[in-house]
């Protein structure tokens, strides 16, 4: 198995409050992702991250902010929660090559208050 | 824009029959990469068979298909001789060259394998 980590696993914030999600990679994979999983939407990705420092957006990327200072970690933040960003979490990861396939870490339920 | 559409919000399967989930999908790109995931009940994300734009062959991996048709641009995943631990949902991704590392999942289908 990949190994990526997430932490938190589970966190409580309330609205407005700033929230921070860690990604971290022992594989030394060169892409790194944040998704979200909503019932009914499948994943939506949020960002992604092509290197250190190297990041663009993605489908959902409104109300948060990434950056990667270093090849195994990826985070996430909320800058102000709100309601609507309660929702499963995961990190994933792939490495260049025909296939892309990706691994993702455990997840990290956010409920916002 | 790239999409993916599962029809079947819920199945249900015999233990030991073989069944198919459907997966279409929409691109203008030549080359992409078509992806099933399983989640099981404890919410981990599992990589189960790719299969290229420009492959030839359908993609096997063990007891899981994929039953590719390009022209009707659909991906389908075959299970055989299901069991009873491959109750989940499934989830049907695609990746298109021209949008980068832009995944995009389908909503899913809930697979019940029935004793």
């Known amino acids: 198995d990949a190994g990526i980590t997430q932490s938190p696993r589970h966190k409580v914030t309330e609205t407005g409050t700033p929230v921070t999600l860690r990604c971290h990679q022992t594989?030394?994979?060169?892409?790194m992702y944040w998704y979200r999983q909503d019932p009914g939407h499948g994943l939506r990705l949020i960002h992604y991250s092509y290197g250190v420092k190297d990041t663009d957006k993605g489908e959902v990327s409104d109300g948060y902010s990434v950056s990667r200072s270093k090849t195994e970690d990826f985070l996430l933040t909320l800058e102000s929660a709100t309601s609507s960003q309660t929702s499963v979490y995961f990190c994933?990861?792939?490495?260049?090559?025909?296939?892309?396939?990706?691994?993702f870490g455990p997840g990290t339920r956010l409920t916002v208050l | 824009a790239q999409k993916i559409t599962q029809t079947q919000p819920g199945m249900f399967v015999q233990e030991k029959e073989a069944v198919t989930l459907d997966c279409t999908y929409d691109t203008s790109d030549p080359s992409y990469g078509l992806f099933w995931y399983k989640q099981p009940s404890s919410g981990e994300m599992i990589f189960l068979i790719y299969q290229g734009s420009y492959d030839q062959q359908n993609a096997t991996e063990g007891r899981y298909s994929l039953n590719f048709q390009k022209a009707r641009k659909s991906a389908n995943l075959v299970i055989s001789a299901s069991q009873l631990g491959d109750s989940a949902m499934y989830f049907c991704?695609?990746?298109?060259?021209?949008?980068?590392?832009?995944?995009?999942f389908g909503p899913g289908t809930r697979l019940s394998v029935l004793p």
């Open positions: 594989e030394n994979h060169r892409y």
């Open positions: 991704a695609m990746r298109s060259d021209n949008y980068g590392q832009n995944f995009v």
């Open positions: 994933a990861i792939s490495d260049a090559g025909a296939r892309n396939e990706q691994f």
